[in-house]
């Protein structure tokens, strides 16, 4: 890197900061643009100068730029619609996801009600809302959880993309579970939809078990998806395991819904072409795990016979 660009980036940071400085004085209205400033200068700074710079060029804390920066991030395409608003209520706006912040701010006199009657509603709507917040945990939830079967909800048109499991592997699969009972819980949303696990719930229908294991679903969300966007995405990943060739059908389904068509074109290609020799590995490594299996219960049982002669020959 040379002086001359040295000095242009060093003259640009000092005009960011004079900016800041300004905007610092102003309204809150100021916050979109001080947050831009600020993931500017964030971007612009080697690895962990940020903090520095916060403290000793424009005397502001940690908490209060990551503060703006989100406020940035939130409104910062649609500054228009709160405009003239106190901090404290761009804050609490931004705790809901953009889908539910614009029904809120639809169903709210947002300028006028005071803050504390904003907190309350926007804790009833939480509570009321049929969005993310009474479907998608924000926060994990580490317990599992035994749910009755017969409440569970399909994933919709499941089966449009992962076909049930057929004849023998399915017999093979309702003989594992009646055995050894369901050892991988499912993934649920609150309201009880399926997003892994469909053929589990569907043996324990068959096999008459009542409960089944469950994790509840969660997601920070980061890509601001609608609801069903999220879920159909994490449906789409969670149902394959990555030793398995469908783990790159399911990619493509993924970024042809989201991302890059390219991409999904390579995950198709990758899943038609080398399909056989990623299942034929995974194989190879299942066979190993029965051949363990078989080994043990061989084991256990010479145990069993051993222990039953001795007792035989005591009594």
């Known amino acids: 890197m040379n002086n001359e660009i040295i000095v242009k980036q060093e003259n640009e940071l000092e005009v960011m900061t004079k900016e800041f400085l300004h905007l610092k004085n102003e309204t809150a209205n100021n916050m979109i643009r001080m947050g831009k400033i600020l993931i500017k200068v964030k971007d612009s700074l080697p690895h962990g100068k940020f903090g520095e710079w916060l403290e000793n ?81 924000k926060i994990r939830d580490a317990n599992k959880y035994n749910i009755p079967v017969d409440e569970l909800k399909p994933f919709p048109n499941n089966t449009d993309y992962f076909p049930d499991m057929k004849r023998r592997n399915y017999i093979d699969f309702l003989e594992s579970i009646e055995q050894y009972g369901v ?37 920070e969300n980061k890509n601001n998806y609608s609801l069903n966007d999220l879920l159909l995405h994490e449906f789409f990943i969670s149902n394959f395991h990555t030793r398995t060739s469908i783990f790159w059908l399911a990619s493509a389904w993924d970024e042809f819904y989201f991302g890059d068509k390219e991409k999904s074109l390579e995950h198709m290609d990758k899943f038609v072409n080398e399909g056989a020799a990623i299942d034929k590995k995974f194989d190879d490594w299942m066979e190993g795990i029965r051949q363990k299996i078989d080994k043990l219960e061989a084991e256990n049982n010479n145990l069993t016979k051993e222990n039953d002669t001795k007792m035989s020959k005591s009594c």
């Open 57 to 137: 060029e424009v005397d502001f804390s940690q908490r209060s730029a990551n503060q703006f920066m989100k406020i940035a991030r939130e409104f910062g395409s649609n500054s228009q619609a709160i405009s003239n608003l106190e901090s404290t209520k761009l804050y609490l706006l931004a705790e809901l996801p953009a889908d539910d912040r614009e029904n809120f701010m639809n169903e709210n006199d947002v300028k006028n009600i005071s803050t504390r009657e904003m907190k309350q509603k926007i804790k009833d709507y939480k509570k009321n809302s049929n969005g993310f917040w009474n479907i998608v945990d």
């Open 183 to 219: 050892l991988n819980p499912i993934l649920i949303t609150r309201d009880n939809t399926i997003i892994s696990g469909h053929q589990r719930v569907r043996a324990c229908k068959d096999l008459g078990i009542e409960t089944i294991p469950a994790f509840y679903f969660y997601s």
